[in-house]
């Protein structure tokens, strides 16, 4: 088993900054891809951004505000999120995708964390 355990949202003014992380811990030989979803109410969840092999990929809506990252040692993946805006608001989750120590490949999701982008 595989746990994931986000943090960094919160309320921000529009123009503002928030940082999320996501940390991996639990059976991981290896981490193929991590990366961020949103969703709003009634809408589905949709990809923001994804880090895999040395391969980055953005939403455009977000592209040239928002930077993902990872820390390969501490099984970590980051959101930095600039110029916030009030469409930014959703739940924010985060995703793995990990070699299990068994050999089994499986996709896990975070708890998410609410980002609320509002003056």
């Known amino acids: 088993q595989v746990q994931l355990v986000e943090s960094g949202g919160g309320l921000v003014q529009p123009g503002g900054s928030l940082r999320l992380s996501c940390a991996a811990s639990g059976s991981i030989s290896s981490i193929h891809a991590m990366g961020w979803y949103r969703q709003t109410p009634g809408k589905q969840r949709e990809l923001v951004a994804a880090i895999s092999s040395g391969t980055i990929n953005y939403a455009d809506s977000v592209k040239g505000r928002f930077t993902i990252s990872r820390d390969n040692a501490e099984k970590t993946v980051y959101l930095q999120m600039n110029s916030l805006k009030p469409e930014d608001t959703a739940v924010y989750y985060c995703?793995?995708?990990?070699?299990?120590?068994?050999?089994?490949?499986?996709?896990?999701w975070g708890q998410g964390t609410q980002v609320t982008v509002s003056s």
């Open positions: 995703n793995v995708v990990v070699l299990e120590l068994s050999g089994l490949i499986n996709n896990y």
